[in-house]
Protein backbone atom coordinates (compact mmCIF):
# COMPACT_ATOMS: atom_id res chain seq x y z
CA UNK A 1 0.00 0.00 0.00
CA UNK A 2 0.97 3.73 -0.91
CA UNK A 3 0.04 6.99 -1.39
CA UNK A 4 -2.60 7.23 -4.15
CA UNK A 5 -1.01 8.05 -7.54
CA UNK A 6 -4.54 7.95 -9.44
CA UNK A 7 -6.86 10.76 -9.18
CA UNK A 8 -11.03 8.78 -9.26
CA UNK A 9 -13.00 12.14 -7.84
CA UNK A 10 -14.89 10.07 -5.33
CA UNK A 11 -15.05 10.94 -1.47
CA UNK A 12 -17.54 9.70 0.80
CA UNK A 13 -19.67 12.10 2.92
CA UNK A 14 -19.64 12.09 6.53
CA UNK A 15 -22.21 13.42 9.24
CA UNK A 16 -21.27 15.70 12.15
CA UNK A 17 -23.77 15.76 14.84
CA UNK A 18 -23.77 17.57 18.67
CA UNK A 19 -25.07 14.12 20.24
CA UNK A 20 -22.00 11.99 21.33
CA UNK A 21 -22.75 8.04 19.43
CA UNK A 22 -23.14 5.10 22.50
CA UNK A 23 -19.77 3.40 21.28
CA UNK A 24 -18.11 6.71 23.09
CA UNK A 25 -17.09 5.81 26.18
CA UNK A 26 -14.12 7.63 27.19
CA UNK A 27 -13.16 11.32 26.21
CA UNK A 28 -10.58 13.54 26.16
CA UNK A 29 -10.39 16.82 28.64
CA UNK A 30 -11.65 19.18 26.08
CA UNK A 31 -10.52 23.36 25.28
CA UNK A 32 -13.47 24.37 23.46
CA UNK A 33 -17.32 25.17 24.90
CA UNK A 34 -19.15 22.79 21.60
CA UNK A 35 -17.99 19.85 20.25
CA UNK A 36 -19.08 17.86 16.99
CA UNK A 37 -19.38 13.99 16.91
CA UNK A 38 -19.37 11.36 13.86
CA UNK A 39 -18.59 8.00 12.81
CA UNK A 40 -16.41 6.71 10.01
CA UNK A 41 -17.87 3.33 8.65
CA UNK A 42 -14.99 1.53 7.03
CA UNK A 43 -13.31 -1.85 6.92
CA UNK A 44 -14.43 -5.69 6.54
CA UNK A 45 -14.43 -6.86 9.74
CA UNK A 46 -17.23 -7.22 12.32
CA UNK A 47 -16.15 -3.77 13.95
CA UNK A 48 -16.59 -0.74 10.89
CA UNK A 49 -17.44 1.96 13.62
CA UNK A 50 -14.26 4.55 13.78
CA UNK A 51 -15.77 7.39 16.05
CA UNK A 52 -14.57 11.04 16.43
CA UNK A 53 -15.17 14.05 17.83
CA UNK A 54 -14.34 17.80 16.88
CA UNK A 55 -13.50 19.81 19.34
CA UNK A 56 -13.75 23.45 19.42
CA UNK A 57 -16.45 23.19 17.17
CA UNK A 58 -16.78 26.98 17.51
CA UNK A 59 -13.48 27.93 16.49
CA UNK A 60 -13.07 28.57 12.62
CA UNK A 61 -10.12 25.30 13.37
CA UNK A 62 -11.33 23.02 15.21
CA UNK A 63 -9.30 20.07 17.09
CA UNK A 64 -10.05 15.89 15.85
CA UNK A 65 -10.20 13.27 18.05
CA UNK A 66 -10.32 10.05 16.46
CA UNK A 67 -10.63 6.29 18.10
CA UNK A 68 -8.34 4.48 15.77
CA UNK A 69 -8.22 1.70 17.70
CA UNK A 70 -11.81 1.71 18.32
CA UNK A 71 -12.34 0.94 22.15
CA UNK A 72 -14.38 3.65 22.98
CA UNK A 73 -11.45 5.90 24.24
CA UNK A 74 -11.02 8.93 22.68
CA UNK A 75 -8.45 10.03 24.86
CA UNK A 76 -5.83 6.66 24.50
CA UNK A 77 -5.71 6.95 20.30
CA UNK A 78 -2.95 9.81 19.18
CA UNK A 79 -4.41 13.30 19.23
CA UNK A 80 -5.31 15.89 19.59
CA UNK A 81 -5.02 15.89 15.80
CA UNK A 82 -5.17 19.69 14.60
CA UNK A 83 -5.88 21.21 11.08
CA UNK A 84 -3.26 20.68 8.31
CA UNK A 85 -4.52 23.30 5.66
CA UNK A 86 -5.63 26.99 4.96
CA UNK A 87 -8.96 25.99 5.55
CA UNK A 88 -11.33 24.70 8.52
CA UNK A 89 -9.87 21.24 8.49
CA UNK A 90 -7.81 18.68 7.16
CA UNK A 91 -5.43 15.69 7.99
CA UNK A 92 -4.76 12.28 7.16
CA UNK A 93 -5.88 9.69 8.99
CA UNK A 94 -3.94 6.15 9.24
CA UNK A 95 -5.50 3.32 10.49
CA UNK A 96 -3.99 -0.15 10.71
CA UNK A 97 -4.94 -2.38 8.15
CA UNK A 98 -5.14 -5.10 10.87
CA UNK A 99 -8.57 -3.39 12.10
CA UNK A 100 -10.33 -2.68 8.78
CA UNK A 101 -9.19 -6.19 6.47
CA UNK A 102 -9.74 -9.38 8.35
CA UNK A 103 -9.82 -11.71 5.91
CA UNK A 104 -6.10 -11.40 4.97
CA UNK A 105 -2.98 -10.02 6.38
CA UNK A 106 -1.88 -6.49 5.46
CA UNK A 107 1.09 -4.56 6.48
CA UNK A 108 1.32 -0.94 7.23
CA UNK A 109 -1.57 1.27 7.62
CA UNK A 110 -4.69 3.06 5.32
CA UNK A 111 -4.53 6.38 4.66
CA UNK A 112 -7.09 8.28 4.54
CA UNK A 113 -7.85 12.39 3.73
CA UNK A 114 -10.54 14.17 6.23
CA UNK A 115 -11.67 17.35 5.92
CA UNK A 116 -14.53 20.09 6.09
CA UNK A 117 -14.80 23.07 4.91
CA UNK A 118 -17.02 26.27 5.48
CA UNK A 119 -19.58 25.15 3.13
CA UNK A 120 -20.04 21.20 4.57
CA UNK A 121 -19.15 22.67 8.38
CA UNK A 122 -22.05 25.05 7.92
CA UNK A 123 -24.08 21.41 6.70
CA UNK A 124 -22.46 19.77 9.41
CA UNK A 125 -20.20 17.55 7.07
CA UNK A 126 -17.27 16.09 6.65
CA UNK A 127 -15.80 14.26 3.79
CA UNK A 128 -12.86 11.91 3.35
CA UNK A 129 -11.23 9.84 0.38
CA UNK A 130 -8.36 7.31 0.23
CA UNK A 131 -4.77 8.15 -0.60
CA UNK A 132 -3.95 4.42 0.13
CA UNK A 133 -3.74 1.96 -3.27
CA UNK A 134 -2.19 -1.48 -3.79
CA UNK A 135 0.51 -1.70 -7.77
CA UNK A 136 1.39 -4.58 -8.85
CA UNK A 137 2.55 -6.12 -12.23
CA UNK A 138 -0.32 -8.30 -13.71
CA UNK A 139 1.13 -10.85 -16.62
CA UNK A 140 -0.98 -11.90 -19.25
CA UNK A 141 0.17 -14.02 -21.62
CA UNK A 142 3.64 -13.18 -22.44
CA UNK A 143 2.90 -9.56 -21.45
CA UNK A 144 3.35 -7.77 -17.91
CA UNK A 145 1.02 -4.39 -17.15
CA UNK A 146 0.99 -2.56 -14.44
CA UNK A 147 -2.07 -2.64 -12.30
CA UNK A 148 -3.93 -1.11 -9.49
CA UNK A 149 -6.42 -1.85 -7.18
CA UNK A 150 -8.26 1.70 -5.40
CA UNK A 151 -10.82 2.42 -3.33
CA UNK A 152 -12.80 3.80 -5.69
CA UNK A 153 -16.20 3.68 -4.78
CA UNK A 154 -17.49 4.18 -1.33
CA UNK A 155 -14.16 5.16 0.15
CA UNK A 156 -14.66 2.11 2.75
CA UNK A 157 -10.99 0.36 2.88
CA UNK A 158 -13.22 -2.44 1.51
CA UNK A 159 -11.15 -3.12 -1.77
CA UNK A 160 -13.46 -6.46 -2.02
CA UNK A 161 -15.95 -4.23 -3.64
CA UNK A 162 -13.67 -2.09 -5.93
CA UNK A 163 -12.12 -2.69 -9.43
CA UNK A 164 -8.88 -3.23 -10.97
CA UNK A 165 -7.26 -0.43 -13.02
CA UNK A 166 -4.81 -2.17 -16.15
CA UNK A 167 -2.03 0.34 -17.72
CA UNK A 168 -3.12 -1.40 -21.03
CA UNK A 169 -1.63 1.21 -23.06
CA UNK A 170 1.39 1.67 -20.81
CA UNK A 171 1.41 5.27 -20.78
CA UNK A 172 1.44 5.18 -17.12
CA UNK A 173 -1.85 6.77 -16.44
CA UNK A 174 -5.72 5.02 -16.19
CA UNK A 175 -8.32 6.03 -18.37
CA UNK A 176 -11.08 4.73 -16.29
CA UNK A 177 -13.26 4.70 -19.56
CA UNK A 178 -10.98 2.06 -21.07
CA UNK A 179 -8.83 0.87 -17.89
CA UNK A 180 -10.99 0.21 -15.39
CA UNK A 181 -12.94 -2.58 -14.65
CA UNK A 182 -15.47 -3.79 -12.05
CA UNK A 183 -15.58 -6.67 -10.01
CA UNK A 184 -16.74 -9.37 -11.90
CA UNK A 185 -16.22 -7.60 -15.09
CA UNK A 186 -15.00 -9.19 -18.19
CA UNK A 187 -11.88 -7.44 -19.66
CA UNK A 188 -10.65 -8.21 -23.44
CA UNK A 189 -7.05 -8.00 -23.33
CA UNK A 190 -4.86 -9.26 -26.33
CA UNK A 191 -8.26 -10.43 -28.14
CA UNK A 192 -8.95 -12.91 -24.90
CA UNK A 193 -11.45 -12.25 -22.16
CA UNK A 194 -10.14 -12.13 -18.47
CA UNK A 195 -12.77 -11.65 -15.31
CA UNK A 196 -10.98 -10.18 -12.23
Not at 117 to 124: I, M, Y
Request: glycine share 8%; hydrophobic share 30%.
Amino acid sequence: PGPSTIKNGHRAMVALAPQKPDTILKEPPYEGQKRLYGTLHMGTGPNRHFPFVFDRAETPHPLLYFDANQNGDLSDDSGPISNKITGRFGSSLFIPFKRLVTEVTIPGEYRTWFFTNDSLWAKKQASRYSWTQFKGNLNIGDQTYTAHIIDSGNQDADYTNDGICIDLNRDDKIDFKREYFEPGATARIEAKDYTF
